[in-house]
């Protein structure tokens, strides 16, 4: 942390790193090591890289009660998707894990860069839209390929999504998280079997496991 500090910031170097730091965690889930599922194993990474992201480059003053709070407001958010929708990619394909864990980091992230509860929830339904429709591609029934390069993408979008929701005005935003979450969950119940983590469909059966 203390060299990536001493470095000088530019956006590609940011993108990086976030990247570095969400891969790097969910190669340590895919190599057995022990991770904390966030909301899920194979959505671990985008949490963690966004904090870090906040501890590194954001605020080099921040201490155990901003971990926290940036934690709490994450959970509170993945309990509100998995009481009304789901956080399991077999149910609801990979926009369940990655979409949702990236709604939960944007919240967080919202929450320590001093936006309003309000905010917080613009951020998190920001970063759900734009994961809704994703489909799982276990390629050889692997579920960690591609699952480890989209926590790398989730951990950016909530990154931005927490940007976008800064400069907002919440009274004027037109979709609101619940009706996000809905349409999730109502996208999740029609999506085809073969497109969640059943290696029938996707990437699973294009992409031969001889290949990778």
Same mark, same amino acid.
């Given at each position: 942390?203390?060299?990536?500090?001493?470095?000088?910031?530019?956006?590609?170097?940011?993108?990086?790193?976030?990247? +570095?730091?969400?891969?790097?965690?969910?190669?340590?889930?895919?190599?057995?090591?022990?991770?904390?599922?966030?909301?899920?194993?194979?959505?671990?990474?985008?949490?963690?890289?966004?904090?870090?992201?906040?501890?590194?480059?954001?605020?080099?003053?921040?201490?155990?009660?901003?971990?926290?709070?940036?934690?709490?407001?994450?959970?509170?958010?993945?309990?509100?998707?998995?009481?009304?929708?789901?956080?399991?990619?077999?149910?609801?394909?990979?926009?369940?894990?990655?979409?949702?864990?990236?709604?939960?980091?944007?919240?967080?992230?919202?929450?320590?860069?001093?936006?309003?509860?309000?905010? +917080?929830?613009?951020?998190?339904?920001?970063?759900?839209?734009?994961?809704?429709?994703?489909? +799982?591609?276990?390629?050889?029934?692997?579920?960690?390929?591609?699952?480890?390069?989209?926590?790398?993408?989730?951990?950016?979008?909530?990154?931005?999504?927490?940007?976008?929701?800064?400069?907002?005005?919440?009274?004027? /935003?037109?979709?609101?998280?619940?009706? /996000?979450?809905?349409?999730?969950?109502?996208?999740?119940?029609?999506?085809?079997?073969?497109?969640?983590?059943?290696?029938?469909?996707?990437?699973?059966?294009?992409?031969?496991? /001889?290949? +990778?």
């Amino acid at each position: 942390m203390a060299t990536i500090r001493n470095t000088e910031v530019k956006f590609r170097e940011i993108l990086k790193w976030v990247s +570095c730091f969400a891969l790097s965690v969910n190669e340590v889930n895919a190599s057995l090591g022990r991770v904390v599922t966030a909301p899920t194993n194979g959505s671990a990474g985008v949490i963690p890289a966004v904090l870090m992201y906040y501890l590194v480059i954001e605020n080099h003053e921040a201490d155990f009660e901003h971990i926290k709070k940036f934690l709490m407001t994450a959970g509170e958010i993945g309990s509100i998707f998995k009481k009304n929708a789901t956080i399991s990619a077999a149910m609801g394909g990979c926009q369940a894990e990655i979409g949702v864990s990236s709604a939960m980091a944007a919240a967080a992230l919202t929450e320590l860069l001093g936006g309003s509860v309000a905010q +917080c929830i613009v951020a998190a339904e920001i970063a759900m839209e734009h994961h809704l429709g994703l489909t +799982c591609d276990p390629i050889g029934g692997l579920v960690q390929i591609p699952c480890i390069e989209r926590n790398a993408m989730g951990a950016i979008k909530a990154i931005n999504a927490a940007e976008m929701a800064l400069d907002v005005n919440p009274k004027d /935003v037109k979709v609101s998280l619940d009706k /996000v979450i809905h349409t999730m969950w109502e996208t999740a119940k029609y999506m085809h079997k073969k497109y969640k983590e059943t290696f029938e469909g996707g990437l699973a059966v294009t992409v031969r496991m /001889v290949d +990778c």
